[in-house]
């Protein structure tokens, strides 16, 4: 397993397509950090790993603070000794007209999806840069960065950021053997998979509707050592909706 004893740390890691990772990296070998501002998740996200007799932390964090932020890194160092991996997975939306959208709700969308991606990656690189093998990095995105739905003005806004960012910080890292990419997932189902139509997969020219474990996949081969030629990327995991032409009827 190439990730044995790698200490990742994965934001959002509670629920979701950041439950599907952390269950994937520690599958695979890695000692992981659960970082999540929901409890309840974190620590069944912990049991989950636990049951599979792999080593895992749960850290309280709200990466919208930027103290927890800095806290989430020192507590990792302090029980692992060293960072090699982070998925900034955290993201939250509001479904809100733009003329209803107020500005304390667009900077919390903002900082809780963008700046923190940029804080979170600073404050590991600050530890990654003294690892003889550098570090790896992968930010969140979505296919919402390219294409909108009513109403998701703050929402794309973060994912487009977090795309111009994960390039800036690929050049900015680089000269650390860090590596800085982006996914950015179209529709994953982390609810209820079995409830889906067959109309809703079929819209996918794939056949189906994705599911975390496509996402936690390609964190893998992101963070892979092998694959460090890949940087400053973004990699959209879809189905391959972005690429349909749809014409109305």
């Given at each position: 397993?190439?990730?044995?004893?790698?200490?990742?740390?994965?934001?959002?890691?509670?629920?979701?397509?950041?439950?599907?990772?952390?269950?994937?990296?520690?599958?695979?070998?890695?000692?992981?950090?659960?970082?999540?501002?929901?409890?309840?998740?974190?620590h069944q996200v912990i049991s989950e790993i636990k049951k599979m007799n792999r080593d895992a932390t749960y850290i309280k964090t709200d990466v919208s603070k930027p103290d927890e932020i800095v806290e989430l890194m020192t507590q990792t160092i302090n029980t692992y000794g060293?960072?090699?991996?982070?998925?900034?997975?955290?993201?939250?939306?509001?479904?809100?007209?733009?003329?209803?959208?107020?500005?304390?709700?667009?900077?919390?969308?903002?900082?809780?999806?963008?700046?923190?991606?940029?804080?979170?990656?600073?404050?590991?690189?600050?530890?990654?840069?003294?690892?003889a093998s550098g570090g790896s990095i992968v930010n969140m995105a979505s296919t919402r960065a390219f294409m909108s739905e009513k109403n998701s003005e703050a929402y794309a806004a973060s994912k487009g950021g977090i795309i111009a960012l994960t390039h800036a910080l690929a050049i900015s890292l680089g000269e650390y053997n860090i590596t800085v990419n982006s996914i950015s997932p179209g529709w994953i189902e982390v609810v209820d998979y079995n409830s889906l139509r067959d109309e809703d997969h079929k819209q996918h020219p794939s056949g189906k509707v994705g599911q975390p474990d496509d996402i936690a996949r390609a964190c893998l081969f992101l963070t892979n050592p092998e694959n460090n030629f890949i940087t400053g990327e973004n990699m959209i995991i879809d189905g391959g909706m972005t690429r349909k032409m749809i014409y109305e009827e």
């Open positions: 397993m190439k990730f044995e004893n790698q200490v990742v740390v994965i934001t959002g890691a509670g629920n979701g397509i950041g439950r599907g990772i952390a269950l994937e990296y520690a599958n695979q070998g890695a000692k992981v950090v659960v970082a999540d501002i929901d409890e309840t998740g974190g060293t960072i090699d991996i982070l998925i900034n997975n955290t993201g939250i939306s509001r479904w809100k007209s733009l003329f209803e959208l107020d500005v304390e709700e667009w900077d919390t969308i903002l900082n809780t999806n963008l700046r923190s991606v940029f804080l979170c990656s600073r404050e590991a690189a600050k530890y990654m840069k003294n690892n």
